[in-house]
């Protein structure tokens, strides 16, 4: 309408004004299959933010190529308008679905907040300053997007896990396992000693990294057992627990096996646990589940290890994911958030499930333990059950926007 309409309107807008008040402008949106976004005075438009916030499939009408005015332009609009209705009415379902699914990434991943706009903004200005590590459309246009692919960590599509299929590659066959220990080694019966010897035992394991985070000395080479792999071993600089998860240049494979010091895991079981991740190379795949839930009493969320039918996290204390959420984890991670969870001196496993879900919107992958694996882990969380409930708190009050998603399923290597 304009500022003035109302000193130039004449009787066609009062029917017009009757006709438009007769709808739901939102609820129109809302149903609505395509949406048409006309260009606005600038270039860019609200109604495009509109359509794409409801998911719908956008339509913007072709401009006249020599952007010309008067009647010959208007013509030309109005003719390719007359002939939208045929043309979407022949696109077939699935292709409209598509476009729906495509829309609801790209308003999730780059509109849906004024810092989702802020930061695009930035890395698009960052990848036409640095053309050489630039991002290209397709992790642009494919999820999770420009924001989680990061060109500082690798401008190589085939170092992140989201590519595989598009690539027609696999992740490599073997696994570093990261065995974080707190404990002094005193006795060569010590279950980190066991842990080393069955892991190592696996067909599929490259190499063994001791993060060695105790305030005791490093022990002797000859205190360690003899094994088939090479077995590092690097002492934690700062001792703290975010360490475990620093994107090591030692780990030269795609997988990282994440065990803690008194984990209890035969060869077959992390034989199995690999095999499963890699049919689903994005998440985390592992042992000990973990739920969340709304506490209506408290009203606040809720952290569980009850054993439950769904779970919505897999504890990196025996867990298996790409390395490349080592260098998410180190680098997109807000400090704040890293120095709560070393000054709990826990939640970090907690704090890499949210990493994960807020970038795949995927759930973890649970594979079924022995017995007593579960005994073991069950007596564990129990001592540390009030600062994990604590920590959880924290992290969903500030990173609340991102939420975990439950899932009702489980590898069982019944023909394993």
């Known amino acids: 309408h304009g500022k003035d309409w109302q000193k130039h309107k004449d009787s066609r807008c009062d029917r017009d004004n009757a006709e438009y008040e007769k709808y739901d402008y939102r609820e129109m949106l809302h149903n609505a299959t395509f949406c048409l976004v006309p260009r606005g005075r600038r270039l860019g438009s609200f109604r495009f933010l509109e359509a794409l916030q409801v998911r719908a499939a956008v339509a913007e009408p072709v401009q006249p190529a020599n952007g010309g005015e008067g009647l010959s332009a208007l013509l030309t609009i109005l003719h390719l308008v007359l002939q939208i209705p045929s043309t979407i009415r022949s696109i077939h379902q699935d292709k409209i679905l598509a476009l729906r699914q495509q829309t609801q990434f790209l308003w999730e991943a780059y509109f849906s907040s004024v810092e989702k706009i802020v930061l695009t903004t930035l890395e698009i200005i960052q990848d036409r300053i640095f053309k050489h590590i630039s991002r290209n459309s397709l992790i642009w246009n494919k999820h999770p997007g420009g924001l989680f692919v990061l060109p500082q960590y690798s401008s190589y599509l085939g170092d992140f896990p989201y590519y595989y299929a598009n690539l027609g590659l696999k992740p490599l066959s073997t696994f570093t396992a990261v065995i974080h220990a707190v404990t002094p080694l005193v006795s060569q019966s010590q279950p980190v000693l066991k842990l080393l010897v069955a892991v190592a035992k696996s067909q ?213």
């Open 204 to 416: 599929y394991c490259a190499q063994i990294i001791v993060l060695w985070n105790c305030d005791k000395p490093l022990p002797a080479k000859h205190r360690w057992p003899a094994t088939s792999v090479p077995v590092i071993v690097i002492e934690g600089e700062s001792k703290v627990m975010s360490s475990r998860f620093l994107p090591y240049d030692n780990i030269v494979t795609d997988a990282v096996l994440s065990l803690d010091e008194d984990t209890v895991l035969s060869t077959t079981e992390v034989d199995f646990a690999f095999t499963v991740w890699q049919s689903f190379p994005e998440r985390i795949v592992g042992y000990p589940a973990r739920s969340h839930f709304w506490d209506n009493t408290k009203e606040r969320w809720g952290y569980t290890s009850k054993w439950t039918n769904d779970y919505s996290m897999v504890l990196t204390g025996a867990a298996i994911y790409h390395k490349y959420y080592h260098y998410l984890y180190t680098h997109y991670l807000p400090a704040s958030l890293k120095n709560m969870v070393d000054q709990l001196a826990n939640c970090e496993d907690i704090l890499m499930n949210f990493l994960v879900s807020a970038v795949t919107k995927l759930p973890p992958i649970k594979v079924t333990q022995k017995k007593q694996y579960k005994e073991t882990m069950m007596g564990q969380v129990c001592n540390h059950s009030m600062f994990q409930q604590l920590g959880y708190i924290i992290i969903i009050k500030i990173f609340y926007f991102l939420l975990l998603i439950n899932i009702m399923y489980q590898a069982v290597p019944v023909l394993f």
